[in-house]
């Protein structure tokens, strides 16, 4: 049975409805995820119809935050694990290792150890972030199993205004539940066409406590984070750019990094030292102003992930792939493009220990087209090849080689001004995956027979009808995700995620509203699965709602609003999980002044878990075992910032 009955719900739902009333100017950081999807040069397009794009609002909340501020505002997006060095990702309920992820062009995804993130990234140095859920084009990239997510870094022409040259913000917060205190630095600069930027980024802080009083041990705030971006762009539109960031936290964490604790067992620690670097290098070619048939786009670049824990093993595993991307793209008209090229990566897991040193290794090649077309007035077609060619090498020495092809399409048609119906195929070539290199040594070594593993394949359908009547747009989709030969700890296993989502925004003078709500299930071989089962590929997460609203107050420099984040009861677990999820109401606040006379500062403050909910997110693993104490989320955190530019 369904819950949602919270007073503090109900209440900013309450409050929602009389902001709706008040008297307000246009405001300058929006809700609407138009404004950022406009950076998507594909936006618009047929395969582009069930991407969720995160908004300016979102993206400036998130700056001193982590990703789980990032994606609060969007339902189909759940991050669970409370602590950067922790969050897992899942759209539409599937781990985001099996998405193609890029940041600035260049393949992520390193398959970390599994009790923390392969995709930690620092929200602060981004200027864009879309999920591309289910169907992704072929110009993806390889391994779009379940889509493609996509994060883009600032320029320098995002912090500076028009007609400066030198400038940058200052940005500080405090949290009190945790005492967390962080800075971040910008500057950036340019000169006849060349362009600088760097960024710096610390958080420090004590261990924070739940919503029930107690404190998280190995919670602490600890993470510095760094970019460097340098470019050239000549007065024809040729831009080369450079960048390079790393994100690092070391720090005692609980021993099982995304558990809150274990019952029974082996005895182990409460906290043990976790030691993380992640590092993404890039270098790219594109021409700003190309509109012809000669467009062409060259990425380069490396990504690695590094988990070294000293005790008890002194274990050290890393992961990295080094990608290459170059692309054409034929424009045939204002609307039509066809977009061809070949993209590579070397991926690698490593183990070392006392004596040890343990890899998997894979090379992939592959070519690619993707056609984007709008061959009469309302509707729009999208469709792509690409095949792949991938030899896989294990820890034994043991190599195959296994080759593919992979299709979708898309199609969008506006039935009317205001009634658009969409859907979407795909069946991609996944090839072998690269296990997590912590499990290289588990005895008998390895676990698996690499003679029975199988390349994997991915099917995706997604069906969905938008409707838009001035600042009111809903929508809605189904969808279904398979996976045929997932690589499992010890041998392949089918999974399937599938679902609908539905959503609404509506904007108006100076404020604007989104409701999203997402309903889906994962199996593993046919059965309903728990969160051990799915591990890696997907999670039970059933109904999650988010809600957002904000509003100018008048011409005062005030900005008011607030957030409701929702898990329903969820009650399909299988017969190896004791327990059902039980649903959670979160209710977060907060105000927001720009003084009119000083249009540079922005103070805010901001009241997360305003009711001190005692709860684990949705998405963190484990709830629905009585031996797993879940990673329960911070309890009422009243944070204070300041942005200043200069």
């Known amino acids: 049975m369904t819950r949602f009955n919270s007073a503090g719900a109900r209440g900013l739902l309450c409050a929602s409805v009389s902001l709706f009333a008040l008297p307000a100017l246009a405001q300058d950081i929006s809700l609407d995820p138009i404004l950022v999807a406009q950076q998507d040069e594909q936006a618009g397009a047929a395969d582009r119809a069930t991407t969720q794009y995160v908004s300016q609002a979102e993206l400036e909340r998130a700056r001193t935050g982590d990703l789980k501020d990032l994606f609060a505002g969007i339902a189909s997006v759940s991050v669970g ?13 599937v781990d985001m290792l099996n998405l193609r992820v890029t940041l600035d062009g260049v393949a992520q995804n390193n398959r970390a150890f599994h009790h923390v993130s392969a995709n930690a990234i620092d929200p602060g140095l981004l200027k864009a972030a879309r999920a591309d859920a289910g169907v992704a084009a072929a110009d993806a990239g390889p391994h779009a199993m379940a889509g493609s997510v996509v994060f883009e870094t600032v320029d320098a022409g995002d912090i500076l205004a028009d007609g400066q040259n030198i400038g940058g913000n200052l940005r500080l917060s405090y949290a009190d539940n945790g005492k967390t205190l962080t800075g971040a630095l910008t500057a950036a600069g340019r000169h006849e066409g060349f362009e600088w930027l760097g960024y710096l980024k610390s958080a420090q802080g004590d261990d924070y406590q739940a919503g029930a009083g107690n404190t998280i041990q190995g919670s602490r705030a600890d993470l510095q984070s760094g970019l460097v971006k340098l470019a050239y762009e000549s007065d024809q539109g040729d831009r080369i750019e450079f960048s390079a960031q790393q994100l690092r936290d070391k720090a005692l964490r609980p021993y099982r990094a995304n ?26 070619y594109e021409n700003t102003q190309a509109t012809g048939l000669w467009d062409p786009k060259l990425v380069i670049g490396f990504s690695e992930s590094e988990v070294n824990v000293p005790d008890p093993y002194s274990s050290e595993g890393t992961s990295g792939t080094t990608s290459l991307t170059l692309q054409n793209t034929f424009n045939l008209s204002e609307r039509d493009t066809v977009t061809v090229g070949l993209d590579a990566y ?11 040193r343990l890899e998997e ?81 588990r005895a008998p070594r390895p676990l698996w027979s690499y003679a029975t593993l199988k390349p994997s394949r991915s099917e995706n359908i997604v069906a969905g009808v938008d409707w838009t009547d001035g600042r009111l747009t809903l929508g809605g989709e189904v969808f279904q995700t398979k996976i045929d030969n997932a690589r ?7 999974f399937e995620s599938r679902g609908f989502n539905l959503g609404g925004t509506y904007g108006w003078g100076g404020g604007f509203a989104r409701l999203t709500y997402s309903n889906s299930k994962v199996t593993v071989n046919g059965t309903a699965s728990s969160s051990y089962d799915a591990q890696d590929f997907g999670a039970p997460l059933g109904q999650v709602l988010a809600f957002e609203v904000q509003q100018e107050v008048g011409a005062s420099g005030w900005t008011l609003g607030g957030s409701l984040d929702v898990a329903f ?25 720009v003084p009119p006379r000083m249009q540079n500062l922005r103070l805010r403050a901001e009241v997360t878990n305003l009711f001190d909910t ?33």
Do not use: C, H
């Open 81 to 93: 694990g409370a602590m950067p060095i922790a969050q897992k990702i899942f759209v539409n309920g």
């Open 488 to 494: 499992g700890a010890e041998d392949n296993f089918d």
């Open 614 to 646: 005692d709860f684990a997110d949705r998405a963190t693993y484990g709830a629905d075992f009585n031996t797993v104490i879940p990673l329960r989320e911070p309890g009422r955190t009243v944070t204070l910032s300041l942005v200043s530019k200069f």
């Open 569 to 593: 009861d969820y009650n399909t677990v299988p017969a190896d999980a004791q327990n059902s999820l039980k649903g959670y109401e979160v209710v977060n606040v907060f105000a927001e002044y």
């Open 259 to 284: 558990f809150g604790g274990t019952i029974g067992g082996r005895p182990t620690p409460a906290t043990r030292v976790y030691d993380t670097t992640r590092t993404s290098v890039s270098l790219s």
């Open 346 to 356: 070397r991926r690698n897991g490593l183990y070392e220990g006392p004596g040890l």
């Open 361 to 441: 290794k894979s090379r992939n090649i592959g070519v690619f087209a993707q056609a984007r077309l709008e061959p009469v007035e309302r509707l729009k077609l999208s469709f792509g090849l690409r095949a792949d060619r991938q030899t896989f090498t294990g820890v034994t020495g043991w190599q195959d080689t296994n080759s593919g092809l992979s299709g979708n399409a898309s199609v969008s048609y506006g039935v009317t001004d205001a009634l658009t119906l969409r859907a979407g195929v795909s069946s991609v070539f996944g090839g072998i995956d690269i296990e997590d290199n912590y499990t290289f040594d």
